[in-house]
């Protein structure tokens, strides 16, 4: 069962305009959000994340809005760059277990 | 942040074989952690690695198939035993970073199993 879902695998966007990457949960139980990021080759990075007690938390380009009635989160990047293409992993904590759990991944292309 | 070594960075190995992966960090931690990435799918826990005690072991995994060693708070290894192609998988080391409340990972080792 996927906890954590991310339905999109892929997405391209053109240089300069907004990526909106998504994701899903089904475990109420999750009380914090992280975004990561991955190039070819080397482990994922951490982006930014969001406390369930908050619905938006914002950092640069990068945006995460958090719908806890929707159990949906969303990464906007604005504007996007080229730098940006690679693999989104979003991933769930639940504070009792100490364990992240990842969704699948989006891979964002953008292109000039 | 903490910076992740892992050694080898990719192995092609033979059915029946065992390969050990070897997870540096250049702090001392006190969770790490193991995950699987298989084409397609999302990062997998494996197990929790933890200092002078047994690995703490997720659902569908088993100490048997998935040795953990961690002698000291800087160090782990992870063996894949008896391989077969559906081992063929990135295999991930973690720190987990209570205080920034994130996981910093190694960047990850490519397995091929023929």
């Known amino acids: 069962d996927q906890q954590v879902k991310q339905n999109s695998p892929s997405l391209s966007v053109q240089e300069g305009r907004i990526s909106i990457l998504n994701c899903d949960y089904t475990?109420?139980?999750?009380?914090?959000f992280l975004w990561y990021k991955k190039y070819p080759a080397e482990g994922p990075t951490f982006l930014i994340s969001?406390?369930?007690?908050?619905d938006k938390n914002e950092d640069g380009r990068f945006t995460v809005f958090l719908n806890k009635s929707a159990k949906h989160l969303s990464l906007h990047i604005v504007p996007s760059q080229p730098g940006d293409s690679a693999v989104y992993f979003c991933?769930?904590?639940?504070?009792?277990?100490?364990?992240?759990?990842f969704g699948t991944g989006t891979r964002l292309q953008v292109f000039p | 942040s903490a910076v992740i070594s892992q050694k080898p960075s990719r192995d092609i190995c033979q059915r029946g074989t065992s390969l050990t992966i070897q997870c540096q960090v250049d702090?001392?931690?006190?969770?790490m952690f193991w995950y699987r990435q298989q084409p397609g799918q999302s990062l997998t826990l494996i197990a929790t690695?933890?200092?002078?005690?047994?690995?703490?072991?997720e659902s569908g995994f088993v100490i048997d198939k998935f040795p953990i060693s961690r002698p000291n708070l800087t160090f782990s290894t992870l063996t894949v035993s008896n391989m077969s192609p559906e081992d063929s998988s990135i295999y991930l080391c973690?720190?987990?970073?209570?205080?920034?409340?994130?996981?910093?990972f190694g960047p990850g080792t490519r397995l091929t199993v023929l």
């Open positions: 702090s001392q931690v006190t969770m």
């Open positions: 973690s720190v987990g970073m209570i205080v920034a409340d994130t996981q910093y």
């Open positions: 475990n109420s139980m999750f009380d914090y």
């Open positions: 969001i406390s369930s007690i908050k």
């Open positions: 991933a769930a904590l639940s504070y009792n277990t100490d364990k992240l759990i």
């Open positions: 690695a933890n200092q002078g005690s047994e690995a703490t072991y």
